[in-house]
């Protein structure tokens, strides 16, 4: 008899251990804490950024400096961590971060636009941003015809400037960059369009470019099931929480544009393993072997 009970408190004390280790991982969802760019890739997060600002938090930023900073860190205070993915699966590969690649949320928003197709064929300047980074691997690989000659500048915002002054007539932006363009444009008596959409040329539904990084034996099942539910179900009642969270906050233009140029952002979630072969094809883009390990368990 005695046998029998002290098997039983066994018993108790093991589901005990179970419920507890499953609230844990069920309260860390909650309590994330996230840094992720601004732009495209935060409007991901739109539709659970109130219940992460509770007991968690979640930082946007400009450029890519502190993203490889807090991936480098021995002990980042991020649980969750957004960047390129070439930038993550590089240090990944050269063993200087802890972060593995849980999913992909964008698939490329880069555009050629211009005043018309036949442009393309004309003398003069194409205007691109992005040297040595994603920008210029997608120009590189897909390769758009044309006896326009390439010149790069600094920042997306350069490209626009050109734009707009009538000094080039095609130029490459990402969305929604590209979109706020041509309505600026309009205001001033200059007509611009999307001419190229440079994911359908690469193929493959896109390039997998911004990827979630997470630290190894941590779980945000809620969290990421939220994300794909959003994202890949037409993004029900984007417009208001871009109006609760407050445009700037993430560093976008105005709702309506952001709103409107929604699809072309391509932000989709998809879990890294069901997408590993298109991770493998991008990254040999950048000369990184690509291997499972690279991949959150």
Known sequence: MKKIIKYLLCLMM????????????KDKSNTVKILCPAGAPSLAFVSEYENISKKGKIDFVDGSDQLVAELSKNSSDYDIIVAPINLGAKLIASEQTDYRIQGVITWGNLYYIGTSNEALNQTGELGLFGEG??????????????SLTPKYYQSATLVQQQLLSGNIQVGMLA????????AKAKQAGIELSIITDLQKEYGKDGYPQAAIFVKENNSYDELFEAIDQFTNNDYNGLKDYLEKIG??????????????SIDRQNVHYKKASECSEQIKDFLKLF???????????
Do not use: H, R
């Not at 093991?14 to 991982?25: A, K, P, Y």
């Not at 997608?138 to 015809?145: A, F, L, R």
């Not at 969305?175 to 041509?182: D, G, R, Y």
């Not at 445009?247 to 409107?260: A, Q």
């Open 175 to 182: 969305e929604p960059l590209a979109s706020a363009t041509i």
């Open 133 to 146: 980074a994603v920008p210029q691997k997608i120009v590189d690989t897909v390769k758009i015809n044309t």
């Open 287 to 297: 000369n990184i072997d690509y291997n499972k390990n690279m991949l959150s368990s």
């Open 247 to 260: 445009i700037e906050t993430l560093s976008l233009p105005s709702v309506e544009i952001t709103v409107k």
């Open 14 to 25: 093991i589901f005990t251990m179970i419920g507890c280790s499953n609230t844990e991982t």
